[in-house]
């Protein structure tokens, strides 16, 4: 695939034709499959059992999630992750702490099938209630042992973890993994004048106060943080 191959459709959560089945109902992008299956078969080896929480997300379901804690129907956390009380909030103080934890719809690399969450079933029981904090996976926590094991072996496969700390940005996601060599080209398509396209439309909540801060959005919360040296 090559950057002229991806259309904005594909960008933005509301095609497809790019992805297959993993397992289930995960959907990957095509080129993915078999590079995560390698790396899963890798991992089995030394008793890791990954597994995919959430694979593809199409546009509509980010639209729903965004929608829903703009409009105070799901909490909004502040950076720590506590709760915060939405109608003391203004438009766009809602905005940041929206896009702390929850992608602005059109804008999640889930649109795009590289990108995943992952987990560890061998580490926990059947009935485990995943959560996918980051507790889970730092000392202590079941996923220890897997983000460990990917910190070290992860890059061998061509994933990495985007999210690995915290940039000023998205907050840290331990179990987000992107496969590199094609999220590259997704996002080598990003800039404030595609996201300006994607909110021609009535849909989105707040969309004044996105539009108002969006070259800040875009910088912070939508282009690709820059590769560490030793990567």
Same mark, same amino acid.
């Given at each position: 695939?090559?950057? !002229?191959?991806?259309?904005?459709?594909?960008?933005? *959560?509301?095609?497809?034709?790019?992805?297959?089945? @993993?397992?289930?109902?995960?959907? @990957?992008?095509?080129?993915?499959?078999?590079?995560?299956?390698?790396?899963?078969?890798?991992?089995?080896?030394?008793?890791?059992?990954?597994?995919?929480?959430?694979?593809?997300?199409?546009?509509?379901?980010?639209?729903?999630?965004?929608?829903?804690?703009?409009?105070?129907?799901?909490?909004?956390?502040?950076?720590?992750?506590?709760?915060?009380?939405?109608?003391?909030?203004?438009?766009?103080?809602?905005?940041?702490?929206?896009?702390?934890?929850?992608?602005?719809? *059109?804008?999640?690399?889930?649109?795009?099938?590289?990108?995943?969450?992952?987990?560890?079933?061998?580490?926990?029981?059947?009935?485990?209630?995943?959560?996918?904090?980051?507790?889970?996976? *730092?000392?202590? *926590?079941?996923?220890?042992?897997?983000?460990?094991?990917?910190?070290?072996?992860?890059?061998?496969?061509?994933?990495?973890?985007?999210?690995?700390?915290?940039?000023?940005?998205?907050?840290? !996601?331990?179990?987000?993994?992107?496969?590199?060599?094609?999220?590259?080209?997704?996002?080598?398509?990003?800039?404030?004048?595609?996201?300006?396209?994607?909110?021609?439309?009535?849909?989105?909540? @707040?969309?004044?106060?996105?539009?108002?801060?969006?070259?800040?959005?875009?910088?912070?919360?939508? @282009?690709?943080?820059?590769? !560490?040296?030793? !990567?």
């Amino acid at each position: 695939m090559t950057t !002229e191959q991806i259309s904005d459709e594909m960008m933005a *959560g509301r095609c497809e034709k790019h992805l297959c089945l @993993l397992e289930r109902s995960v959907l @990957l992008h095509m080129a993915v499959v078999d590079p995560f299956r390698q790396l899963q078969q890798a991992a089995a080896a030394e008793g890791l059992d990954i597994q995919v929480a959430s694979g593809f997300r199409a546009y509509d379901r980010q639209l729903a999630i965004w929608n829903a804690k703009a409009e105070g129907l799901r909490p909004l956390l502040n950076t720590d992750g506590h709760p915060l009380d939405s109608a003391q909030l203004r438009d766009d103080e809602k905005v940041m702490a929206i896009l702390r934890w929850s992608a602005l719809p *059109g804008c999640s690399r889930h649109h795009w099938g590289t990108d995943m969450d992952i987990w560890d079933r061998a580490a926990v029981s059947p009935d485990y209630q995943l959560q996918l904090i980051p507790e889970e996976y *730092g000392p202590g *926590g079941p996923f220890h042992r897997l983000s460990l094991w990917l910190e070290k072996h992860a890059a061998a496969f061509g994933f990495y973890r985007p999210y690995d700390r915290d940039r000023g940005g998205v907050a840290p !996601e331990p179990w987000h993994l992107s496969y590199r060599p094609v999220a590259e080209l997704f996002e080598a398509q990003l800039d404030a004048a595609f996201v300006r396209k994607l909110l021609d439309n009535d849909r989105l909540s @707040l969309k004044s106060a996105v539009l108002a801060q969006l070259d800040e959005i875009v910088a912070r919360f939508i @282009l690709p943080p820059p590769r !560490e040296k030793h !990567e």
